[in-house]
């Protein structure tokens, strides 16, 4: 599950509805060029925001502008914030009502004036080389790739390194590889601000949809359905794992998934139907190795059964190996996360803090996710560009 976050880590949702008005990304705006709006949505994030910040303001590429979120925290956060922003006037505090993680996102885009935009949660952290070299990448590419995207580690509370979240290398038009697998996740992009402005942000309907937790690939398919992606072959995002965050509501994510899928299905009727039956095999087995991880047999032995029915031949020469990989991450998580023991492995690179360890090497050797024929068929479909509305604006209400 390369990106595919499975727990909204953020900030809860309160009920409020979308912020509307000087909240919502607009159109038309001019950025500085060269500049990247960093935006951290937080809620109650005091434990672990300054390390966040700090390995922002700690990024090779200087020309950034760091807007962090409030989003209605009863903590330290905006405390923390405010010393940190004294010390660098590159961040700057943003405060809000409570209203839910796509709601700060969107009032964070709103609020910047760079030419790119890149997000980042307020636990997680990045390598120092991120976005230089996702701006160098992105200016190589021209305007038509509107997303340059990163590989992510799974990391502990500690920052220690327990396993790298499966690396894809999906560039190009990538609407339909992403509709079988969500890639991108909400700390890897760096997106130009145009394209984001096109596609309204994130799409707040999602809220009152009950869809909000798959915001992040909502977000990716909106920018796929009119830009190329590309991305940056190496470990450059740290998404942190935490002992109070671990259980998920999978029955949401997966209805959650199923509306957005559902919604790509009626916009693309050009795209194959075993497109859509491959991509709920991919998250019925994904959930479905969750479950198994978290001991819960039954109902991951059902997500499984649901898989094969809908992708036999993908789902049983894979599942095998799926299933080990899976299970030796959650053994590498238990041991970090639990008691502290260390983990031996064969790279050296399980247990040892993020910043230590070189952004190129492997944790294990990767998992495959794609037959070589269907990562030709699938990277080679495409979506008819001309059913796309430009001026759409169907995520501002």
Known sequence: ?????????????????????????????????????????????????DR??????????????????????????????????AADNRVRLLQKANG???SARNYGIAHANGEFIAPIDADDLWHPTKIVKQVALMQERGDHVGLVYTW?????EQDRVFFDLMPCRFRGNVYAALIMKNFVGSGA?????????????????????????????????????RYQFDFVPEF?????????????????????????????????????????????AHQYLEFGLTHLSNARLLQGGWLLLKAISNDPSATLQGGLQRV????????????????????DDDSGIVARKFFEIDPTAFCSRP???????????????????????????????
């Open 152 to 156: 992510a580690r799974g990391i502990d």
């Open 236 to 280: 450059l995002w740290g998404y942190r794992f935490r002992a109070g965050s671990m259980s998920t509501d999978i029955e949401a994510m997966l209805l959650s998934h199923d509306l957005i899928v559902c919604d790509a299905r009626r916009r693309h009727p050009e795209l194959p139907p075993k497109l859509f039956r491959w991509a709920r």
């Open 52 to 85: 966040t910040i700090s390995s922002v303001l700690d990024q090779s590429y200087r020309d950034l502008e760091v807007l962090v979120v409030d989003d209605g925290s009863t903590d330290e956060t905006a405390v923390i914030v405010r010393r940190m922003a």
């Open 367 to 397: 998992t495959t996710q794609l037959s070589r024929s269907r990562f030709a068929y699938v990277t080679g479909l495409r979506v008819e560009r001309d059913r796309v509305d430009p001026f759409a604006a169907n995520h501002t209400t």
């Open 1 to 49: 599950m390369h990106a595919q976050r499975t727990v909204q880590k953020s900030t809860p949702l309160t009920g409020h509805p979308p912020v509307s008005g000087a909240s919502q990304p607009g159109a038309g705006r001019l950025h500085r060029t060269g500049q990247v709006s960093v935006i951290i949505p937080a809620y109650n994030a005091a434990a672990t925001i």
């Open 189 to 225: 992009p760096l997106v130009r601000t145009q394209s984001v402005d096109e596609v309204g942000g994130y799409d707040a309907t999602l809220f009152w949809r009950g869809a909000d937790c798959c915001a992040d690939f909502k977000f990716s398919l909106d920018i796929a359905e």
């Open 100 to 102: 839910g993680l796509v």
């Open 324 to 343: 080990s990989a899976r299970l030796r991450r959650s053994s590498t998580l238990i041991k970090l996360m639990g008691a502290g023991v260390p983990c």
